[in-house]
């Protein structure tokens, strides 16, 4: 107990005893002043008095008593939630028949895409004209050219996306790239490099 804690039981300790004492005093002198008016109102209010006790200090809540009171919460809590199925699903799991449930896998839908791709010798500078082509089995090939910098833009259709494909690039005085790759725009390489035939 803290040394508050201690004051407060003291004061209240003496409180009572001093009311015990008076209490006491007034039936032994009661004996001999009991009729005495002036002896009648004392003895009425130290009994009002006694009637309605002093709280004030038992008012006072310790450290110790805060904190009985919030393990106390503390473990309501617990034992609730472990009361509760729904709070705890293996509880719920052991009272649950077992049954194999499959879910189908949503497959993602593929969507189209622009593929952008530069075209350069093996010096690195632009070749203009080059003829890039996606092929797709099934399919019309979807193909365009380049610019003067050497780059150009395929619109590749949700159609073709996601599926094996054959990336083509044709330049005149050029060796032909050929590569056969999926269609993902992760997978398109930015720039392609031609040799001199």
């Known amino acids: 107990l803290t040394n508050q804690a201690l004051n407060n039981w003291h004061a209240i300790l003496q409180e009572a ?5 008076l209490v006491r005093l007034l039936e032994v002198v009661g004996d001999e002043y009991g009729e005495n008016p002036k002896f009648q109102a004392i003895r009425m209010q130290v009994h009002a008095q006694q009637a309605i006790p002093n709280y004030s200090n038992r008012m006072q809540m310790t450290l110790w008593q805060m904190g009985f009171g919030i393990l106390l919460i503390g473990l309501l809590v617990i034992v609730g939630v472990y009361a509760l199925p729904t709070f705890h699903p293996d509880r719920e799991a052991a009272n649950t028949p077992v ?3 499959t879910e189908a896998t949503p497959q993602p839908t593929a969507t189209g895409f622009i593929y952008g791709v530069k075209v350069l010798d093996a010096a690195g500078q632009y070749i203009a004209d080059a003829q890039v082509i996606v092929d ?3 399919y019309p090939p979807l193909e365009n050219g380049t610019d003067d910098f050497g780059y150009t833009l395929i619109e590749v259709p949700s159609d073709y996306a996601a599926k094996p494909g054959h990336l083509r690039v044709i330049a005149t005085g050029y060796e032909p790239f050929d590569q056969f790759i999926g269609i993902y725009p992760e997978q398109l390489p930015n720039e392609i490099q031609l040799t001199r035939q």
């Open 17 to 21: 005893e001093k009311r015990v004492l």
């Open 136 to 138: 797709i089995q099934g």
């Open 99 to 101: 049954a194999t449930v």
